[in-house]
């Protein structure tokens, strides 16, 4: 059947806003000056499907660096923030990984491991960090992390050893919030050779595997630094050889024969890392499931809140995408593409940028352009931990970006449609658009059902007729906005989901995170500085049902 495609016009006007001062991202405009946008919109094929985990996240390696902070990882509260975002992976690598390495402690006592944490049935309740501990543990977290940032800063990392005990928390914080477990592996560990060695990896491994962990594996982070952060070169096709060698001894196992095995974690392609992607590919391709770079906007300590609004800055995403896309094409084609570590802002994120309301432009735009490239997951940087990048913060309490995310994972199927908004002025810049069938595993939306989510990243209100073909379908809004009007709402660590402020009930329960519902045919009304899921329930989408 032949593409259903619509035409319909969005009335963009700032005649309702009640704050509208001269904005500063964008020349001053005028009552009566209101743009018409078309929506051309194709609901009768998938244009591409993403990952059922596309949304999944990391936790920074450094988090280990001393090992009683792994004990955060049994907050009741981190438990409840963390499930909401299942089904996902969760990604245990970073800088530090290549600096770590495993130091079993009771390895011998191999049949019984009673003094591991992870034995009992019961232990997603019985593994409760308390109150008290939790509290001291925050307190040394902000410490250490002064310590961790001085290592970045130097780029001087101390060795660090790590235990069973840091594996069981790691995977039973996983296991017990429904994620599912990445674990980075050192690749700076080498042989006189220079080729990767691997022993360590196989007693982490057979550890892994005595207590039937089931996970995915990584090797080595941002190899194109390994010569500024160690001393040590390591070139394109020797990485794929060390993949190939770490496949093999996975395939030794019965537990990890077909497991996940992911990389080279590249950073975003620039100077000589093509060629290292390029090397590493002819020689590695075979051996890992997926392909993954790491990809951030801008540099942290050099940014700015108009970058983070910026559509140029947010379309630098495709420009990246390509160029990496296109290396995969020619020596592996059709292998899957993953961001394996991404975010706003590198060097640990932007203080007060990403990790207030303002981040969500870029983390919405970039979940909504990556899913259109046809990139298959997307790995925040971080869920805890280092930075100010992180999606809950130093008490454990969620950040805007965390409760853009969960709203992501409810509302949002892994099938991509096609939209576009065009404007015959050619304004519609700051408007963004995308569309996606309704998540049908996570809601009780009907068959057919599609959401569509926007930016604006404007500082007047938008208003967006709906096109023709489903305008007939109620909908249900979720408007997120900062807890203030304006431009200094946008560094705000709180906010409004349909005007109500964002918290958690209690340490174990969610706000309920409800719709507004709008009667067919209603405009749908976008403020200023802001972004919205709308689920148009009864839009039966042939390529949804
Ligand atoms: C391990 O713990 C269980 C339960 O407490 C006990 O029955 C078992 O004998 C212990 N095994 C060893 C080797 O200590
Ligand atoms: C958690 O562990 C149990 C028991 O090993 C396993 O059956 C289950 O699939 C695991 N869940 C996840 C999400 O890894
Ligand atoms: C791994 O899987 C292959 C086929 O999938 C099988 O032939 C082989 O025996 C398996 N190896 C182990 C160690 O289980
Ligand atoms: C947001 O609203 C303003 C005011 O109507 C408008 O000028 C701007 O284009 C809108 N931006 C987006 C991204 O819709
Ligand atoms: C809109 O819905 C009404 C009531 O469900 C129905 O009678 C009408 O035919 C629909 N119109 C379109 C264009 O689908």
Not at 18 to 38: K, L
Not at 105 to 132: G, Q, W
Not at 388 to 403: A, G, I, Q, S
Request: proline share 4%; charged share 25%.
């Amino acid at each position: 059947m032949s593409g259903i495609s619509i035409l319909a016009c969005v009335m963009i006007s700032m005649l309702s806003s009640g704050y509208y001062v001269v904005a500063s991202v964008e020349p001053a405009r005028y009552e009566w000056d209101f743009e018409s946008v078309n929506l051309n919109v194709d609901l009768s094929r998938v244009l591409k499907k993403v990952n059922g985990r596309f949304l999944s996240v990391a936790i920074d390696a450094s988090l280990v660096a001393e090992e009683k902070f792994m004990y955060l990882l049994t907050s009741p509260k981190l438990r409840t923030l963390a499930k909401a975002l299942s089904p996902a992976f969760l990604r245990f690598g970073g800088t530090r990984q290549d600096f770590m390495t495993f130091n079993p402690t009771f390895l011998h006592s191999n049949e019984n491991h009673n003094n591991s944490v992870f034995d009992a049935d019961d232990i997603c309740e019985r593994l409760e960090l308390p109150p008290l501990l939790e509290k001291r543990l925050k307190q040394e977290w902000t410490l250490q992390e002064v310590l961790l940032d001085k290592e970045d800063l130097q780029r001087k990392y101390r060795s660090v050893k790590f235990t069973e005990c840091a594996v069981d928390l790691l995977y039973s914080f996983t296991n017990c919030s429904g994620l599912d477990l990445i674990f980075g592996l050192n690749e700076l560990l080498r042989t006189s050779g220079n080729s990767w060695d691997s022993s360590n990896a196989r007693t982490l491994l057979q550890y892994c595997e005595s207590k039937q962990y089931s996970m995915s594996w990584e090797l080595g982070n941002e190899p194109n630094s390994y010569e500024k952060k160690a001393g040590i070169r390591v070139d394109g096709y020797q990485l794929g050889q060390d993949f190939v060698q770490l496949r093999k001894i996975l395939q030794e196992s019965k537990l990890y024969n077909n497991t996940g095995l992911y990389g080279p974690d590249i950073s975003q392609p620039r100077d000589h890392r093509r060629d290292l992607l390029e090397g590493f590919l002819e020689s590695g391709a075979e051996a890992i499931d997926a392909c993954t770079w790491h990809h951030y906007y801008v540099n942290g300590r050099d940014t700015s809140l108009e970058d983070f609004l910026d559509p140029e800055v947010l379309n630098t995403l495709a420009l990246k995408t390509h160029e990496v896309m296109e290396t995969i094409e020619l020596t592996s084609p059709g292998k899957k593409v993953w961001l394996g570590e991404t975010s706003s802002a590198y060097g640990g994120g932007a203080k007060g940028l990403s990790d207030t309301f303002v981040a969500g432009f870029m983390w919405l735009d970039k979940l909504g352009l990556g899913a259109k490239l046809g990139l298959d997951v997307l790995i925040r940087q971080v869920l805890i931990g280092s930075g100010t990048y992180h999606l809950v913060d130093e008490n454990l309490d969620p950040l805007p970006d965390y409760w853009l995310s969960v709203l992501y994972k409810r509302l949002v199927g892994p099938e991509v449609l096609s939209i576009e908004a065009f404007s015959i002025l050619g304004k519609t810049k700051r408007v963004r658009v995308y569309l996606h069938c309704t998540n049908k595993k996570s809601t009780s939306y009907k068959s057919g059902a599609v959401t569509l989510f926007a930016l604006n990243l404007s500082k007047g209100p938008a208003r967006i007729s709906v096109p023709v073909t489903i305008s007939n379908s109620t909908a249900e809004a979720f408007v997120l906005q900062s807890e203030q009007p304006g431009e200094e709402g946008l560094y705000s660590k709180s906010v409004k989901l349909n005007g109500e402020v964002l918290k958690m009930v209690d340490e174990r329960t969610l706000p309920s995170l409800q719709g507004t519902p709008l009667p067919a045919g209603e405009h749908l009304r976008l403020p200023g500085y802001s972004f919205a899921f709308y689920v148009l329930s009864e839009a039966q989408a042939l390529a949804c049902r």
